[in-house]
């Protein structure tokens, strides 16, 4: 599984850097990771670099009383590719 991550501070990043963000699955490695990326969009991967986002802590005061969960922790990984190389997320539309 992987999902590219389109916000405001990723965008500067492939901006800046060449750097594209993407949500993966959290038992996948940099190596399988940089095979899909190449695989799907026709890019040079350079470099991964992956982190785990761990899960935030919810509560709010409903009719009901005080309700309590907790967000999905996931990994995500930033994909430095070639210079020249850009990938088009909106193709697919």
Request: charged share 25%.
């Amino acid at each position: 599984m992987i999902q590219p991550i389109v916000t405001e501070k990723a965008t500067k990043l492939t901006e800046k850097l060449n750097r594209y963000t993407f949500r993966v699955s959290p038992d996948a490695n940099k190596y399988q990771i940089k095979s899909l990326v190449e695989k799907l969009y026709g890019v040079k991967v350079v470099n991964v670099n992956t982190l785990v986002v761990r899960g935030k802590n919810k509560s709010r005061w409903t009719k009901s009383g005080l309700l309590r969960g907790k967000t999905n922790s996931y990994k995500k990984a930033f994909v430095t590719i070639g210079d020249g190389e850009t990938i088009d997320f909106y193709s697919n539309i």
